[in-house]
């Protein structure tokens, strides 16, 4: 477990930027009181680990109605970038239909 206040931050910080910072509306933890921020970090448990190894499985949001996912699909392919477009395109083409 990571109990450094200011690793925790930094941390923080660049998951917020990761995933946040490049939608559209995006935000960052500097919009946000400093006071509210610590507050937040008390309900967090932040911890590393190490990978030994990986297995995954592809999901496209196939739980999701097919308006749902053309509009996840959209999202992506406005953002631009390889990996969005590759997603973008997996998830299409995993509609119902195709």
């Given at each position: 477990?990571?109990?450094?206040?200011?690793?925790?931050?930094?941390?923080?910080?660049?998951?917020?930027?990761?995933?946040?910072?490049?939608?559209?509306?995006?935000?960052?933890l500097?919009?946000l009181?400093?006071?509210?921020?610590?507050?937040?970090?008390?309900?967090?448990?932040?911890?590393?680990m190490?990978?030994?190894?990986?297995?995954?499985?592809?999901?496209?949001?196939?739980?999701?109605?097919?308006?749902?996912?053309?509009?996840?699909?959209?999202?992506?392919?406005?953002?631009?970038?390889?990996?969005?477009?590759?997603?973008?395109?997996?998830?299409?083409?995993?509609?119902?239909?195709?």
């Amino acid at each position: 477990m990571v109990e450094d206040a200011d690793r925790c931050l930094a941390i923080l910080q660049a998951m917020v930027a990761e995933y946040e910072g490049q939608v559209s509306g995006g935000w960052s933890l500097d919009s946000l009181d400093g006071d509210l921020v610590r507050g937040m970090m008390k309900g967090i448990v932040f911890f590393e680990m190490t990978v030994d190894r990986l297995e995954g499985k592809a999901k496209m949001s196939q739980n999701r109605t097919p308006e749902d996912v053309i509009g996840a699909a959209s999202a992506l392919e406005a953002l631009g970038g390889e990996e969005n477009l590759t997603v973008a395109a997996e998830m299409r083409r995993h509609l119902p239909g195709r």
